[in-house]
């Protein structure tokens, strides 16, 4: 049974830090060295140096971000609410020339262990990015960006007719940053309305969409913690904040999550090479004229369609210069496992993984959802050449899940990310 539950979020308070827009940034495992540096040149308050320890300048990063935040908050530019309240969110974004709205709320959700089967993973996770989210979280007491997580509404649509009724009316807050979707903010504290949502979400499965590697990060913390003390039930570190968005959204989006040779001996990418012409038939790709590397791959990607049946079909960029191929696997073995049958584990499995161990992997495989990045690392040398996949499909999203079976790491591309900083969740002896 899922526990869904208001909690006393920190926000921005616009009278001291100014314009709220300055100031939220995407999730830390987006951030570009590049763009950090925008992020910060952006605004002095840019939520971006508390969300990004890892990367920070100070010696100790953690400890850093922890300190400003306890400036920010002396200062008034960070401020507590006062009422237990969820926040009922619209983000407007542009994709593929259509303007769409995406509506959720963000509430606090209990920790569970996966084995009780109420909140479900889909995807692995990588150590070290989970030890660095621990080590903010000790040190920060706090978590800055919510997980992205997906729920099944009842037949009558109970809480989307509530979120729908809610954004009818003034926002809290207005967030219109530069480079990110203009997201609304509103305010619940009603106890009435939150009892509404609690009891037609009880019996809902809480599908993690985007954020394993911070979700089980709160879980390890919360284990760590009662190692050393009795935790209280009601404790804030018991639950994580979490963005919940209906299965029905019409803004729910997945993208491609692609896989970049990065670090690669030239003895490695000759195997990896050897290893796709071994199991696929290729066939070359003309990118419209006139468009830079970073628009042609975000046009390749689109060209490659979806996914019909139980093909497996993957793009190549770079694996000769500047040039686009469509990678068809050649019969692919039979398997009744949706997991087996994922365009992402047969790459990995068939493709990969034979020529690749699964150590060496994570050094030389790194995923990236960001053309031009990619076309960054390709053209400085950076990166050898690129897999640009398909969205996992819904339907096959479900299946996975459902079975408690795991994708490869970042297999999946929810869009947008839930922004950082737009609310704050503190620990303490309650929420």
Sequence with gaps: MAEIQPFRAVRYNPDVAGDVSLHICPPFDVITPQLQQELYDRSPYNIVRLELARRGLAEDPYEQAAVTRQQWTESGALKHE???SIYVTEEEFEYRGQRLFRRGFVAAVRLEDYDREVVLPHEGTRAEWVADRVKLMRAAQSNYSPL???????LRSTVGNLIRAVAGGPPTAVFTPPDMPQLKLWRVSDPGTIVVLQQALAESEIFIADGHHRYEAALRYRSGVRAEREVGHGESINFRMMLMVSFDEPGLITRGYHRVVESAT????????????????LEEWNPPQGRSVTEQIEEFSVALGERQGN???????????????????KSPPATNSALENSEYSRLHSLIIRPVISAEREEQVISPHHDAGLIARQIDSGQARFAFIMRPVPLSEFVAIVTRGWRLPPKATNFF??????????????RL
């Design 416 to 429: 947008p990310k839930p922004p950082a900083g737009v609310v704050i969740q503190q620990f303490g002896d």
């Design 266 to 281: 030239e003895g490695e990418v000759a195997a990896l090479i050897e290893s796709i012409d071994r199991h696929c038939d």
């Design 148 to 154: 992205l997580v997906i729920y099944r509404d009842d």
């Design 82 to 84: 006062v009422e237990p």
């Design 311 to 329: 093909e497996v079909v993957f793009g190549l960029y770079a694996r000769e210069k500047g040039i686009f191929h469509i990678a068809r696997m």
